[in-house]
Structure formats: structure tokens, C-alpha cells
């Protein structure tokens, strides 16, 4: 099994800025890419950032240039920096990974979340 461990959600004003980390743990051989989603009561879920094992990074057009992700292979954990929030950001934040177990089995799993709000 793999396990994901996020922190670092919270409560911040409209401009301020949150760090949210997510650590692997498990029989874990390599992870091809983790990610950052967030999901508001009765919406989709929807893809916030990605970071391949090669560092290739994915945003969605909303946090261009206010979010940025890192990636800690020694660690397996992957880090969100979320600067000049806004409340349209406020949501349930979840990590997400895609890789093999040690025994090549396939890894896709889900974090249980951490809340970000943005509200004055």
C-alpha cells in the first residue's frame, strides 16, 4: 500500500499565501508523476498542478503564475506554494500519484485532503 500525507492547509486572507506538502510512504519502486486537486461541495474534482519524475510541470490556467510545484524525490513528496490567494481558491486539496509498487503493480491513489480558505 502506499499512503499520502498532506499538510499545511488553512486559513488565509485574499493575498496571502499557503505551502501545501504531500509525502509518500509505502512499497513504492517509483512514482511517474504526483499532483495537486481541489474540490468545492458539489463540484468536480479538478486538476490544480502535476510534476512529472522528470520535473515537467502542469497548471491549470487559474493558478498560472500564483502556484508553484516542486517535487523532493529523495523524499517521494511533491510541495504546492500557493501565493496571492484568492477565495475562488477555497477548496478541499487533495494529492494524488501514479507509479509501480515494488512488485510492479500499479500505483494510483488518492490523498484524503487538506482544507485551503481564502476569506477575509
Known amino acids: 500500500q502506499v499512503q499520502l500525507v498532506e499538510s499545511g492547509g488553512g486559513l488565509v486572507q485574499p493575498g496571502g499565501s499557503l505551502n501545501l506538502s504531500c509525502a509518500a510512504s509505502g512499497n513504492i519502486f517509483v512514482i511517474y508523476v504526483m499532483g495537486w486537486y481541489r474540490q468545492d461541495p458539489g463540484k468536480q474534482r479538478e486538476l490544480v498542478a502535476t510534476?512529472?519524475?522528470?520535473?515537467?510541470?502542469n497548471y491549470t490556467d487559474s493558478v498560472k503564475g500564483r502556484f508553484t510545484i516542486s517535487r523532493d524525490d529523495a523524499k517521494n513528496t511533491i510541495y504546492l506554494q500557493m501565493n496571492n490567494l484568492k477565495p475562488e481558491d477555497t477548496a478541499v486539496y487533495h494529492c494524488h500519484a501514479e507509479g509501480l509498487f515494488t512488485d510492479y503493480s500499479d500505483i494510483y491513489t488518492w490523498g484524503h485532503g487538506t482544507q485551503v480558505t481564502v476569506s477575509p
Open positions: 510534476i512529472t519524475a522528470g520535473g515537467i510541470t
